[in-house]
């Protein structure tokens, strides 16, 4: 058990790293969504689950991207 003395890291190098899969998630439903607009007659199903997949993940890597920074920001800003 650790000391409450003791420093614990934040995985924040992990954190980004998440953020940038999530983005790059989104661009893979971009690709899905294009294929399933080249089919005939289009799948609006499946464009309707990767918009509500790309919204979700946006929404994630916002939320995840904003607070990673808030806490550099406040390390940079400490004495």
Do not use: T, W
């Not at 409450?4 to 980004?16: F, I, K, M, T, W």
């Not at 607070?67 to 800003?77: D, E």
């Amino acid at each position: 058990m650790k000391s409450p003395e003791q420093h614990v890291a934040l995985p924040l190098d992990y954190a980004s790293e998440l953020a940038m899969e999530m983005h790059l998630m989104r661009a893979e439903c971009c690709d899905a969504a294009e294929s399933l607009l080249e089919e005939s007659p289009v799948d609006d199903v499946g464009l309707e689950e990767c918009a509500m997949l790309d919204e979700a993940l946006a929404r994630a890597q916002s939320l995840l991207q904003k607070a990673v920074n808030s806490i550099k920001h406040l390390r940079g800003s400490r004495p």
